[in-house]
């Protein structure tokens, strides 16, 4: 009789890549340690096409740039994460795609040989892909019900505190067109319903910093609801 096992919490994902390279001293050394400080680019566009990434501390977004150069951040990932899976499937991203940090981040890299090499070898690869691919779907189906059903002030309103909750800091350090890009409008219609914060006393805005001052009144307006992590 087979006994059953209870899933894995996410929290053991990084405990339990760290003990690839005692058990398979070939995976230790073919991996590469990578040190991102926040703010920078943790793997390109084509880095990404070449090689497989797990996050091991920290959290960083993957961010699409379009042809017009429009930019949205398409997913948020934290420690226990495997990012940059084309190298192992193969697959072509129609968006330029870049993880950028948003904590300091300790990152293992794998060129596309030894991925596909690692996987097969190693199960808890495969099911960490898995769960970051589950991750990331939630968080797409939660901003398209977030563009179906809710006008832009709340959507607005919910971007910012989304953004609270990633710098863990009522200062919010964002530009009116990075948060126009995110929610796909114009940044003269951000402007003006900031304003409308602004005179609500929900908000102070500065140059590049938006202070969130009333937390309580864009929860209410946005129904905002914390994004699950990847």
Same mark, same amino acid.
């Given at each position: ?34 040190? =991102? ?6 793997? +390109?566009?084509?880095? #990404?096409? *070449?090689? /497989? ?5 920290? @959290? ?65 690869l495969g099911l960490g892909m898995l769960r970051t ?6 968080? =797409? ?6 563009? +179906?059903?809710?006008? #832009?002030? *709340?959507? /607005? ?5 989304? @953004? ?67």
């Amino acid at each position: 009789m087979t006994e059953k096992t209870s899933p894995l919490p996410a929290d053991d994902m990084p405990q339990l890549f760290a003990q690839l390279p005692h058990e398979d001293p070939a995976f230790g050394r073919a991996v590469k340690i990578l040190r =991102v400080a926040p703010g920078e680019c943790a793997a +390109a566009p084509e880095a #990404l096409d *070449e090689h /497989l990434y797990i996050l091991m501390s920290g @959290r960083l977004q993957l961010v699409a740039t379009s042809k017009e150069g429009r930019s949205i951040v398409t997913a948020t990932l934290g420690p226990g994460s495997i990012f940059g899976e084309g190298a192992v499937l193969h697959m072509d991203t129609p968006l330029s795609l870049c993880a950028q940090a948003i904590d300091p981040c300790v990152i293992w890299q794998l060129n596309a040989e030894q991925a596909t090499t690692f996987t097969r070898q190693h199960p808890i690869l495969g099911l960490g892909m898995l769960r970051t691919f589950g991750r990331r779907l939630a968080q =797409v189906e939660n901003r398209l019900e977030d563009v +179906a059903y809710k006008r #832009l002030p *709340e959507r /607005l309103a919910g971007e910012l505190l989304r @953004r609270r909750d990633l710098a863990n800091n009522d200062q919010v350090r964002v530009s009116h067109q990075a948060l126009a890009d995110s929610l796909g409008t114009y940044r003269e219609t951000i402007s003006a319903i900031l304003r409308d914060f602004k005179k609500e006393k929900w908000v102070e805005l500065g140059y590049r910093r938006i202070t969130i001052k009333d937390p309580q009144a864009l929860s209410e307006l946005s129904n905002y609801q914390p994004e699950p992590i990847a």
